[in-house]
């Protein structure tokens, strides 16, 4: 069975620019999260996609950042101009059930994102 | 506020020492608490979790930790480190009701041949 995927691993972007992060959740998984890294800093979440639905997007840091998760399958991550702050790895993890704690969260590689 | 507390940034042990890293955390109420890491280019993989019963876990590749309330402490160890055990390692911690994990900011394990 294939694990969370994440595309690209890094990308490099000038400020202003636009980058979308494409993330595909284990089969069968209705919870998304997408989790952000910026160095020296500890992971954060950002939000939880219930299948096609946000279920919570309090950690979205402001309105540069967009996520979709269309069909309820794969989720994308927009960001809209991109600021320098915004550089960081970018995780996202899938579980299986509602709940949280009767499965876990399982995460992708993460990508690399670098803001020049 | 919910808090997660790795106070080693960095920590270094010869190959086959023992290892203890630490967590605590802040809440009133009982957590759901994990133990992720992160080996270079990896994503991040459950080491062990803890959501009741038996405070002390044991989880994947030798290592264990002990869940101690009266101390908020999660504390992460193995017996006998390999090289192969350099990495990133996490502590995370859940609430019942949210969904979200909120971590710590991570323990980097060097290893000395």
């Known amino acids: 069975e294939a694990g969370v995927t994440q595309f690209p691993s890094h990308s490099v972007i000038e400020k202003g620019q636009t980058v979308t992060l494409r993330c595909d959740p284990i089969?069968?998984?209705?919870?998304l999260y997408w989790y952000r890294r910026v160095m020296g800093k500890e992971i954060k979440f950002l939000l939880h996609?219930?299948?096609?639905?946000?279920?919570?997007e309090s950690g979205m840091p402001n309105n540069r950042f967009l996520a979709e998760r269309t069909g309820g399958t794969y989720s994308t991550l927009k960001v809209q101009p991109a600021e320098l702050e915004d550089s960081g790895v970018y995780f996202c993890a899938s579980s299986q059930s509602p709940g949280l704690f009767s499965y876990e969260q399982y995460f992708g590689p993460g990508t690399r994102l670098t803001v020049t | 506020a919910q808090s997660v507390t790795q106070p080693d940034i960095h920590i270094t042990v010869s190959e086959g020492a023992s290892l203890e890293l630490r967590c605590n955390y802040s809440y009133g109420a009982t957590p759901y608490l994990f133990w992720y890491v992160q080996s270079p280019g990896q994503g991040l993989q459950l080491l062990l979790k803890?959501?009741?019963?038996?405070?002390l876990v044991q989880g994947i590749k030798g290592f264990e930790a002990e869940f101690k309330r009266s101390q908020s402490s999660f504390n992460l160890r193995k017996p006998s480190v390999h090289w192969s055990d350099a990495a990133e390692y996490f502590c995370?911690?859940?609430?019942?009701?949210?969904?979200?994990?909120?971590f710590g900011k991570g323990t980097r394990l060097h290893i000395l041949p």
């Open positions: 996609f219930v299948k096609e639905s946000k279920q919570d």
């Open positions: 803890y959501f009741s019963g038996d405070t």
């Open positions: 089969s069968g998984h209705d919870n």
């Open positions: 995370a911690v859940g609430w019942l009701r949210d969904d979200k994990i909120i």
